[in-house]
């Protein structure tokens, strides 16, 4: 899905991943469920490009939700996976702590669910070789991606700021479609480690030269980087 001349989209609003495009390569930002594989096959196809253009993917945390293709994509294509040191163990398969669920509705958790089987959620496969990245880390891939530290989601929790894309990829610091119950917005994301520290950890987007603001669940949100942490506050 084609979101702007250098940025796309694959998955959908339930779980989503995305492309950064350049005449330089190609950077991945999340890994999504094992089964997007096949999703990013057909969107490389679609532009025309192959696995050889892709020269990096990026994590925003280290969660089996976004991982999925990741230690294929390194194994059989050489790519580098990129995750911040803190949830660097996680995507390796290490121990998370347990979340409360909070509200949910039948509906969309059933579906939430569904859609993880369909897409082979149930076979996680971890990483086994990481590049660990910190806080303020300018990475040498297409697009020239910044590292923006937004722990509370999970220790590792970042944003990655691709000025040529004119967007954010937040991950699960935020969502626009809450997974357990259906509700659309900007909001909360469920299965936070520290939910009041994610939340302030949203004023560090503020001042970021973005229009796109891409979770990795629920529709992309375009507006004004400025206003999200305010938006997230008031619906949680």
């Known amino acids: 899905m084609r979101l702007n001349s250098h940025l796309h989209r694959i998955g959908n609003d339930i779980v989503a991943a995305y492309l950064v495009v350049t005449p330089e390569g190609i950077t991945v930002i999340d890994a999504g469920l094992p089964g997007h594989?096949?999703?990013?096959?057909?969107?490389?196809?679609?532009?025309?490009?192959?696995?050889?253009?892709?020269?990096?993917?990026?994590?925003?945390h280290g969660d089996s939700d976004h991982i999925g293709f990741a230690e294929r994509l390194r194994r059989e294509h050489g790519v580098p996976v990129f995750v911040h040191s803190a949830d660097a163990d996680r995507a390796r398969g290490g121990d998370k702590p347990k979340t409360a669920m909070g509200p949910l509705r039948v509906g969309p958790t059933a579906g939430f669910f569904a859609y993880a089987v369909r897409k082979r959620g149930w076979r996680t496969e971890y990483l086994t070789e990481v590049t660990e990245v910190?806080?303020?880390?300018?990475?040498?891939?297409?697009?020239?991606?910044?590292v923006i530290g937004l722990p509370g989601h999970s220790p590792g929790s970042i944003a990655i700021h691709v000025p040529i894309a004119r967007a954010v990829f937040v991950g699960d610091a935020l969502t626009t479609r809450h997974v357990l119950t259906g509700r659309l917005g900007l909001q909360p994301a469920p299965f936070t480690d520290e939910p009041a520290r994610a939340v302030d950890s949203l004023d560090r987007l503020s001042g970021l030269d973005a229009t796109w603001v891409l979770p990795g669940h629920g529709a992309p949100w375009q507006g004004s980087p400025d206003t999200v942490a305010a938006t997230v506050r008031a619906a949680g």
């Open 37 to 60: 594989w096949d999703d990013l096959k057909t969107e490389l196809a679609e532009l025309g490009r192959s696995f050889d253009d892709i020269r990096g993917l990026i994590l925003t």
């Open 134 to 146: 910190a806080d303020g880390d300018v990475l040498d891939l297409p697009g020239s991606p910044r």
